[in-house]
């Protein structure tokens, strides 16, 4: 692990300008494809089918020779991690649980509301990555660097008014509300205009269009949408609800894709959303993504490691387009 910190650390350039997002870069494969699994919701202790998820993402992993591995949020439950101290429920959610060699590569970090019901800033701290070097956060919102794509990691809890009217988040280096999502939403509309990658996909936790128990995101429609619909961004990939899904944008290019059932999932419990349904799996699961200049391909796994839904895009000058 000591091998895989240094070249993780070798990876991550930071921005030296604080009004700028964060960059990590990250080389594709020398044919310039790029590989990436994404899950989210999942850290129990190997819990609630946890364990199962992990073992078809490392046969997953390994046959898709996957680059690295995208965290929704919802990183730790309940309560995300007490401190940078709690190092053994860390390792035992984490560090235990996705052991696979081909799960040895780097995990960028987006935080969910149940990690900010801890210490929401022990997941970006040097110690718990000392701990694990996979273990990418640098910061609560940031950008991966891939040459062909660029992931956008937005710090989605801060959104949601609710949270605000709860004293059990902690939201140090963040209130106040508004001047931290202003600024949050100007850094990122800067970094898409000044992104050239061919592929531009958003990371947040919460969902802005979803089918499953907690709907769509209200402050995220109002908020975070607009600035993806502007800059066409290609993807928006989520968390937060418990499931496996794939929604079209009924106004724009854009996808909404959830990849939220890394371990306790909610049987049957959906809402109706205003865009275009074209799949969901209210169970366990992850989500593979195989990118090339041209074209992407994604996937949906359940927990034996079935194909349950996969698409295409065909990347030209103008726009994507699906192909299957």
């Not at 990876?11 to 990436?36: C, F, M, W």
């Not at 696979?100 to 960028?108: C, D, F, I, V």
């Amino acid at each position: 692990m000591a091998v895989l910190a240094i070249l993780v650390s070798a990876l991550v350039l930071l921005s030296p300008v604080a009004a700028e997002l964060q960059r990590v870069q990250h080389s594709p494969k020398e044919d310039g494809s790029l590989t990436v699994l994404a899950v989210g919701d999942w850290g129990r202790g190997g819990q609630y089918n946890q364990t199962l998820v992990a073992e078809q993402m490392g046969v997953i992993g390994e046959k898709l020779a996957a680059d690295f591995v995208i965290s929704t949020g919802d990183n730790f439950y309940n309560d995300g991690l007490a401190g940078d101290n709690d190092t053994a429920f860390f390792k035992a959610s984490f560090t235990d649980v996705y052991t696979a060699s081909s799960l040895q590569k780097p995990w960028y970090i987006v935080l969910g509301n149940h990690d900010y019901t801890g210490d929401a800033l022990a997941q970006q701290s040097p110690a718990i990555r000392e701990v694990d070097g996979r273990w990418t956060s640098v910061d609560k919102s940031f950008i991966v660097e891939a040459d062909i794509v660029d992931f956008f990691l937005v710090d989605t809890s801060p959104f949601v008014l609710k949270y605000w009217n709860e004293s059990k988040f902690d939201w140090r280096n963040v209130a106040p509300r508004d001047t931290y999502i202003a600024t949050l939403l100007q850094d990122l509309d800067d970094a898409l205009t000044a992104s050239n990658a061919t592929w531009k996909v958003v990371v947040g936790h919460h969902p802005i269009s979803s089918g499953c128990e907690h709907g769509n995101t209200t402050e995220l429609r109002e908020h975070l949408l607009p600035v993806l619909k502007a800059h066409g961004v290609d993807m928006y990939l989520n968390g937060h609800d418990h499931c496996l899904q794939r929604i079209s944008s009924i106004d724009s290019p854009v996808e909404f894709v959830t990849s939220g059932g890394g371990s306790k999932a909610w049987a049957g419990k959906f809402k109706a959303t205003s865009d275009k349904m074209e799949f969901l799996y209210d169970g366990q699961g992850f989500l593979s993504m195989q990118l090339t200049a041209a074209e992407a391909h994604l996937a949906f796994y359940d927990v034996s490691g079935a194909v349950l839904h996969s698409w295409g895009l065909a990347k030209s000058a103008a726009a994507a387009s699906i192909i299957s």
